[in-house]
């Protein structure tokens, strides 16, 4: 059970993130924070984001975490959030082409989704704002004690694309299937805000807190 958990600063939503996590585990120290040598002395490390992935990767290098998050992720549980799960791929569509971490091969995309209407006739909007059900792809140690179909809180207009289809645990309908939780060895990730997702999304926390890859 490890005891010291990083929420990787700088990338916005992080007082929601650490609340939760203390909500999962009142047991473990949790911190904020960006410098190396908290990620390097880290149990495990929660990366989220929120906003533009451009600047969170401005962040992440600026402050030295980058390097650090690459170190942990060759060893230790890592957990992208949201945008923090897109950074985890190669590059962004947004603002022209950004260059993610390079650590899961494929890309984000944006939604394209004109002249796409819902079953109630309405068209559907980006961003994707609000609860959706995530299907489990396969299975995997994050999805213990939550149900197939369990509805999930959503804010994005871009998604993860992997090219490798083992990479992805779980996905999406928003005019067509999308990749919304992504996983390989000590690495996972979701598009969606577990802060967000009441009982469902504590336990996914509680559950990469209790994980032993």
């Not at 999962?24 to 120290?29: G, I, L, R, Y």
């Not at 989220?48 to 962040?59: F, K, L, V």
């Not at 980006?126 to 489990?136: D, E, F, K, L, S």
Request: with cysteine; net charge negative; hydrophobic share 40%.
């Amino acid at each position: 059970m490890a005891n010291k958990i990083v929420v990787v600063d700088g990338l916005g939503n992080l007082r929601s993130v650490a609340q939760a996590l203390r909500a999962a585990a009142p047991e473990a120290d949790i911190l904020v924070s960006n410098q190396a040598a908290d990620i390097d002395a880290a149990d495990r490390i929660v990366l989220p984001g929120q906003g533009a992935m451009r600047d969170c990767m401005n962040s992440l290098r600026e402050s030295g975490a980058e390097e650090a998050l690459l170190r942990a992720v060759k060893t230790r549980p890592v957990m992208g959030v949201c945008v923090g799960e897109q950074m985890l791929f190669d590059e962004s569509e947004e603002n022209g082409g950004t260059p993610g971490l390079g650590i899961l091969p494929g890309k984000v995309v944006r939604f394209q989704l004109d002249g796409k209407v819902q079953a109630d006739g309405s068209r559907f909007k980006v961003p994707q704002m609000g609860w959706n059900r995530v299907r489990q792809t396969r299975s995997h140690p994050l999805w213990d004690g939550v149900d197939d179909s369990t509805y999930f809180y959503f804010v994005h207009s871009y998604y993860v694309a992997p090219d490798v289809a083992s990479d992805t645990i779980g996905e999406t309908d928003y005019g067509g299937l999308y990749t919304c939780a992504v996983a390989r060895d000590n690495l996972v990730a979701t598009q969606f805000h577990p802060e967000k997702s009441a009982a469902a999304g504590l336990r996914l926390y509680r559950n990469f807190i209790h994980w032993n890859p």
